[in-house]
């Protein structure tokens, strides 16, 4: 099968594998022109993690070259698996976990997109604390006397009732946008878009006024005193930018399928995702390096930057600018993704609905404020510590649809118990073995970053670790493509 050309109506899909929310989009549902996916990734890349990123590249000893570098490089590469992935989508209108059926099964694609499911949520807790923090911000500039509540909230949430009822404020605008659905998500990237842009502008216009222009806000040299320092830097700072958007390469079909052509996807990603990451980015760099100069110190968090200024207008315009920032990219990258992972467990009872409000409930659970405390934590565990479950996942996907399918999928069989990809009872553990390939070596080194198991005891584990996503997605890709040669040839 070369193309999809079906109708919904006209495929046998079984009931217990398929909802109105996971079913193939029809012609008519195909909407989404390259600018929709251009503002797409404007609305998602120009957010506060993409700022913070940047920035803590910046804390971490970078200098400004050194830390863009780094970024453009880490979207240059992500882009192409990003690219690669969106393509099933686009082709034949079905999401990421149908999409991932023809490698790991039907009962199998529980696997990735739980998986996929679970960074999700959190990502989505991170970015409800960093809205509700700047919630939090404009409340103080109402009410200064709430910074001093008597706290009510147990201890060891290490949290105020204020800054836990502003988190809550923005969750429910979250909820909000799940229960209007997908169409409200692409109209909101859409306006959002040129709005953040200029906010983006604005805040780099500040920084160049108050550090007397770029050259003393850009001069502020490398702080490695050795090639060696850096580079045992760069190359975790790499993979976790790799990582930042190893979730979307993994489950970008879920946009990809509304697209009116492959061409639509193709160039509204490729303009949209680097070249808006880099600018966002720079301007993380170039705000934070201007805080070393107009403060003292480097700030790596927007939001505790904006509330040094002097302006209540314009700290809270600010605030409302991260607000809709952080909205627009939560519910793009947080939401749509998990959502439809959920309701591939169990297409009968959950649709897209539910399963957003699966990815709520849980986005609160992993109380997020404490994994933002730390910019290591974010770097080091957070974003590359996912990336080496993602990397291996993404890279099953490519080489079966790409390399041995070449690009042929049978769309009803994937929503089939008895059909061509049924695989062992529903599973294929070929790609079950090869994930588990791909994610084992960089287990010691996971472990040694959250402080279970001694560096000193697991120096080559660490060492590898630095490489977590680049490690995973080659031997898992390579692991797969062996096992599979043989059963593939079989079944085509």
Known sequence: MSSYSESTAALQLDEGLTNADIAPVQASGRTWKTLNFFSLWVAMAVCIPTYMISASMIQGGMSWSQAM????????????????????????????????????????????????????????????????????????????????????LPAFLDISLVQFICFMIFWAMNIYLIWRGVESIK??????????????????????????????????????????EFWAFFFPALTAMVGFWATLSLNISDFTRYAVNQRAQLLGQTLGLPTTMTFFAFIGVAVTSA?????????????????RFDSPVIVSFAMLAVVIATLSTNVAANVVGPANDFANMWP????????????????????????????????????????????PIVAILIVD???????SLYVEDLYRHQGRYRYHSGINRRAVAALLIGVLPNVPGFLVQIGMLQATDWPVAVELYHYAWFLGFALAGISYYLLMLRSIKESL
């Open 69 to 152: 570098l780094t970024v453009l490089a880490g979207n240059c590469i992500v882009l192409v698996p990003m690219l690669l992935s969106g393509h099933a989508g686009a082709r034949y209108g079905i999401p990421f976990p149908v999409f991932a059926r023809a490698s790991f099964g039907i009962r199998g694609s529980n696997i990735p997109a739980l998986l996929r499911a679970i960074v999700a949520c959190g990502w989505f807790g991170i970015q409800t604390w960093i809205g509700g923090a700047a919630i939090y911000t404009i409340v103080l500039i109402l009410s200064p006397q709430l910074a001093d509540a008597p706290a009510i």
């Open 187 to 228: 109209v909101l990237e859409t306006l959002a878009a040129p709005f953040l842009l200029l906010c983006g502008f604005g805040l780099l216009w500040w920084a160049y006024t108050r550090a007397d222009g770029f050259g003393p806000m850009l001069s502020a040299p490398s702080q490695f005193a050795t090639s060696s």
């Open 291 to 307: 805080t070393l100069i107009i403060f003292g110190e480097a700030i790596w968090d927007p939001v505790i930057l904006v509330r």
């Open 348 to 391: 009968a009872k959950i649709n897209f609905k539910r399963g957003g409000y699966i990815t709520g409930v849980i986005g609160i659970l992993i109380m997020p404020w404490k994994l933002l405390s730390d910019p290591n934590g974010y770097i080091f565990t957070w974003l590359i510590g996912y990336s080496a479950l993602l990397g």
């Open 401 to 407: 649809y790409f390399i041995l399918r070449r690009c």
